[in-house]
């Protein structure tokens, strides 16, 4: 059986699942892989404030441990989302927002030198209509996000608007001007023409594993990895897709013969390995 990886999940203990349950079933559905990408503060009910995040922050680096209690290999990975920008406007200035974020974004590099969290996500653009000034603040630090990546050499996950080989080729010529190593910074949730651009464009992306888009992303060379973007929420329970469902999903694949072992092999180890610098099952 093919080793399953999921390259960009969350987790909640507060109100969801957590990974003392996650982990198990997607350990038992194949998986050997996860990538945990930490949530905003109020996700757990807790105030957005800078002791907020660094309460986020430890409680992401607890849930990754306890996966890899669990045997499963673990990258740690916590940011200042897109949308916080927004968040944040509503009781901040423009320019109080961005330092509130670059501090987190300071307590995210602290966590990184320690070794404590192996890489930075979710940052980068909203993907919604907003003020021009959040997607302006939101650049700023995703730049300063895949600045650490430089300096420390771990991943970076860029939430994105879907827009194809501009939103690709975006990512393609920041990570060339700020110098950080290409496999490491990761287009996560691509689809359909962005995804496509990611891959001609040698962009590493993260497509969600859901079956009917998962097909799709099949027509394309094996240069990209997959993805549950799980978000642990019992009020929208499976949203996007279970990690052991999305396992699932690529064997039904597999046993239906509209993929190769080898195929899969590449999205789930080989691109896996790249991309986190992790060592294979």
Same mark, same amino acid.
């Given at each position: 059986? $093919?080793?399953?990886?999921?390259?960009?999940?969350?987790?909640?203990?507060?109100?969801?699942?957590?990974? /003392?349950?996650?982990?198990? =079933?997607?350990?038992?559905?194949?998986?050997?892989?996860?990538?945990?990408?930490?949530?905003?503060?109020?996700?757990?009910?807790?105030?957005?404030?800078?002791?907020? @995040?660094?309460?986020?922050?430890?409680?992401?680096?607890?849930?990754?441990?306890?996966?890899? %209690?669990?045997?499963?290999?673990?990258?740690?990975?916590?940011?200042?989302?897109?949308?916080?920008?927004?968040?944040?406007?509503?009781?901040?200035?423009?320019?109080? *927002?961005?330092?509130?974020?670059?501090?987190?974004?300071?307590?995210?590099?602290?966590?990184?030198?320690?070794?404590?969290?192996?890489?930075?996500?979710?940052?980068?653009?909203?993907? @919604? =209509?907003?003020?021009?000034? +959040?997607?302006?603040?939101?650049?700023?630090?995703?730049?300063?996000?895949?600045?650490?990546?430089?300096?420390?050499?771990? *991943?970076?996950?860029?939430?994105?608007?879907?827009?194809?080989?501009? +939103?690709?080729?975006?990512?393609?010529?920041?990570?060339?001007?700020?110098?950080?190593? +290409?496999?490491?910074?990761?287009?996560?949730?691509?689809?359909? =023409?962005?995804?496509?651009?990611?891959?001609?464009?040698?962009?590493?992306?993260?497509?969600?594993?859901?079956?009917? %888009?998962?097909?799709?992303?099949?027509?394309?060379?094996?240069?990209?990895?997959? /993805? %549950?973007?799980? &978000?642990?929420?019992?009020?929208?329970?499976?949203?996007? &897709? @279970?990690?052991?469902?999305?396992? =699932?999903?690529?064997?039904?694949?597999?046993?239906? /013969?509209?993929?190769?072992?080898?195929?899969? @092999?590449?999205?789930?180890? /080989?691109?896996? $390995?790249? %991309?986190?610098?992790?060592?294979?099952?």
């Amino acid at each position: 059986m $093919v080793p399953i990886a999921d390259a960009h999940t969350h987790t909640n203990p507060v109100r969801g699942l957590g990974m /003392e349950k996650i982990a198990p =079933k997607f350990k038992e559905a194949g998986g050997w892989f996860l990538a945990i990408v930490g949530l905003s503060p109020w996700h757990y009910g807790i105030e957005g404030n800078l002791e907020g @995040y660094e309460k986020t922050l430890e409680l992401t680096i607890k849930e990754c441990e306890k996966a890899r %209690s669990y045997g499963l290999k673990v990258s740690c990975l916590y940011g200042f989302h897109p949308a916080d920008v927004d968040k944040h406007l509503g009781s901040m200035k423009p320019e109080e *927002v961005l330092d509130f974020g670059m501090k987190v974004m300071d307590l995210v590099e602290k966590a990184v030198k320690e070794g404590r969290l192996q890489g930075v996500g979710e940052v980068g653009r909203q993907h @919604y =209509k907003t003020n021009p000034i +959040s997607v302006v603040i939101a650049e700023h630090i995703m730049d300063r996000a895949i600045e650490i990546s430089k300096d420390y050499d771990v *991943v970076v996950h860029l939430h994105l608007e879907q827009g194809g080989r501009v +939103s690709a080729l975006d990512v393609k010529e920041r990570v060339r001007r700020i110098g950080a190593k +290409s496999e490491r910074v990761i287009m996560h949730h691509a689809r359909g =023409k962005t995804l496509k651009a990611a891959v001609e464009l040698g962009v590493p992306a993260t497509a969600p594993g859901v079956k009917g %888009s998962l097909e799709k992303a099949l027509e394309l060379p094996p240069n990209y990895m997959v /993805e %549950s973007d799980h &978000i642990d929420d019992p009020k929208r329970p499976g949203i996007v &897709i @279970y990690p052991w469902e999305m396992a =699932k999903v690529q064997l039904e694949l597999l046993n239906e /013969e509209k993929v190769s072992e080898d195929y899969l @092999y590449k999205l789930n180890v /080989e691109n896996v $390995v790249r %991309s986190f610098s992790v060592s294979p099952p």
